[in-house]
């Protein structure tokens, strides 16, 4: 089975410049995450799409954040204009469920953004 | 949402030691996740818990569940090399889509 597959793994980048991350989650899996993880800290949510839908976006900063699941299967992540805080991981999850039943989240192997 | 603290942030083991993270929150949980994430890698799922005073055991660690739900802890015996990462709760956030909020995380460094 073909895991969650994320692209670019690496991307740096100038302050006030834009930059994309990409993820294809596993089949079928309906629910989709991108958390920001930085470094020596745990994962943050940004964003939680639950097929095309977005189901939570409270902690995605809105300004210059932005994301969508069009079609309900691979999803982008957009910030612009980056900022220095932005270097972190991001790690795109999904899982099979969602609801009060979330089980276990599979993670890609994340995008490692530097903000120079 | 729900946070959790995790505690120790880090620790240092010998090989051969046993190690015990815990997993504290203020509001009665519903379920807890484990993941295991290794130095420069991605977070690895290891065990949900749901049951109060559920025990559940994989090998060298054992997941324990806390009979009010509110507290988890993770403790491997004999701790290996292999062993090595930092290993994270997480618990789903009740007031928005039950996405799982993570803790900050045991960092363990084990040393032959």
């Known amino acids: 089975e073909a895991g969650v597959a994320q692209s670019p793994r690496y991307k740096i980048i100038e302050k006030r410049q834009s930059v994309a991350f990409w993820c294809n989650p596993i089949?079928?899996?309906?629910?989709l995450y991108w958390y920001q993880q930085i470094l020596g800290q745990g994962p943050k949510l940004l964003i939680q799409f639950q097929n095309n839908g977005v189901v939570d976006d409270s902690q995605l900063p809105k300004d210059r954040f932005s994301a969508e699941r069009l079609k309900g299967v691979d999803s982008t992540l957009k910030i612009q204009p980056a900022k220095l805080e932005d270097s972190a991981v991001y790690l795109c999850?999904?899982?099979?469920?969602?609801?009060?039943?979330?089980?276990?989240?599979?993670f890609g192997e994340g995008s490692r953004l530097t903000v120079l | 949402g729900q946070q959790v603290m995790q505690i120790p942030q880090y620790q240092h083991v010998q090989e051969g030691e046993d190690f015990t993270t815990y997993c504290n929150s203020s509001t009665t949980l519903s379920n807890i996740q484990w993941y295991k994430q290794r130095p420069g890698g991605h977070p690895v799922f290891l065990i949900q818990?749901?049951?109060?005073?559920e025990v559940k055991k994989q090998k060298r660690l054992t997941f324990q569940f806390g009979e009010a739900k509110k507290n988890s802890s993770l403790h491997i015996t004999a701790t290996q090399t292999t062993d090595v990462g930092t290993y994270f709760c997480?618990?789903?956030?009740?007031?928005?889509?039950?996405?799982?909020?993570f803790g900050k995380g045991t960092s363990l460094l084990v040393t032959p």
């Open positions: 089949s079928g899996h309906a629910t």
């Open positions: 999850a999904s899982s099979l469920d969602s609801g009060s039943n979330t089980g276990e989240l599979f």
């Open positions: 818990l749901v049951k109060s005073g």
């Open positions: 997480a618990v789903p956030n009740s007031n928005s889509g039950y996405a799982l909020n």
